[in-house]
T-cell receptor, first 109, second 117 residues
Framework: GENVEQHPSTLSVQEGDSAVIKCTYS??????FPWYKQELGKRPQLIID?????GEKKDQRIAVTLNKTAKHFSLHITETQPEDSAVYFC????????FGKGTMLLVSP | GAVVSQHPSWVICKSGTSVKIECRSL??????MFWYRQFPKQSLMLMAT?????????EQGVEKDKFLINHASLTLSTLTVTSAHPEDSSFYIC?????????????FGPGTRLTVT
């Protein structure tokens, strides 16, 4: 089955800095790669996703890149704000979602 | 976007009892729903895929006789934790696939915090 590795497990940045979270996947057939933000005790919220026919997607301060050859994809958050602090999960999917272990992002004012 | 609800949001039960958790798609029909379990500070682990009108598909290592799933309608799936034990204490989250614009997206419920004493 699919295996998703996510790094780093924790990431601390200063407000205004950029944050990058990286994921690799094992199944070359996976074609959908969403990123979720989860605040403590709440449901995961989809923040951005990318499909295998696209290499990059951007939505305001958030961007995702996908390298199908290397089987890795990354989340980029620019101009980070304290409210960006949360746990971020990447996932890879062909039919069901396989999640990475998560990255706890802490943005300090 | 589509809305998925779960009930209850939290439950405390005694060891040996059974607990039922409901997952509803409020404004769309979902032929497929998913049940996840999330332990503290860990990722979401898929337990099973629930298909309306048929048996659920369980992931390896998940006991189907312990975690009973029923998907009797296009808007409701239930997860029953039978003979619950303290190690079953976890955050259970369901999700359903709904149409978002021209593509499908997985919408998550708010989760149910189960504590078994």
């Amino acid at each position: 089955g699919e295996n998703v590795e996510q790094h780093p497990s924790t990431l601390s940045v200063q407000e205004g800095d950029s944050a990058v979270i990286k994921c690799t996947y094992s199944d070359s057939a996976s074609n959908y790669f969403p990123w979720y933000k989860q605040e403590l005790g709440k449901r995961p919220q989809l923040i951005i996703d990318i499909r295998s026919n696209v290499g990059e997607k951007k939505d305001q301060r958030i961007a995702v890149t996908l390298n199908k050859t290397a089987k890795h994809f990354s989340l980029h958050i620019t101009e980070t704000q304290p409210e960006d602090s949360a746990v971020y999960f990447c996932a890879a999917s062909l039919s069901t979602l396989t999640f990475g272990k998560g990255t706890m992002l802490l943005v300090s004012p | 976007g589509a809305v998925v609800s779960q009930h209850p949001s939290w439950v405390i039960c005694k060891s040996g009892t059974s607990v039922k958790i409901e997952c509803r798609s409020l404004d769309f029909q979902a032929t497929t729903m998913f049940w996840y379990r999330q332990f503290p500070k860990q990722s979401l682990m898929l337990m099973a895929t629930s298909n309306e009108g048929s048996k659920a598909t369980y992931e390896q290592g998940v006991e189907k006789d312990k975690f009973l799933i029923n998907h009797a309608s296009l808007t409701l799936s239930t997860l029953t934790v039978t003979s619950a034990h303290p190690e079953d204490s976890s955050f259970y989250i369901c999700s359903a696939i709904g149409l978002a614009g021209v593509s499908y997206e997985q919408y998550f419920g708010p989760g149910t915090r189960l504590t078994v004493t």
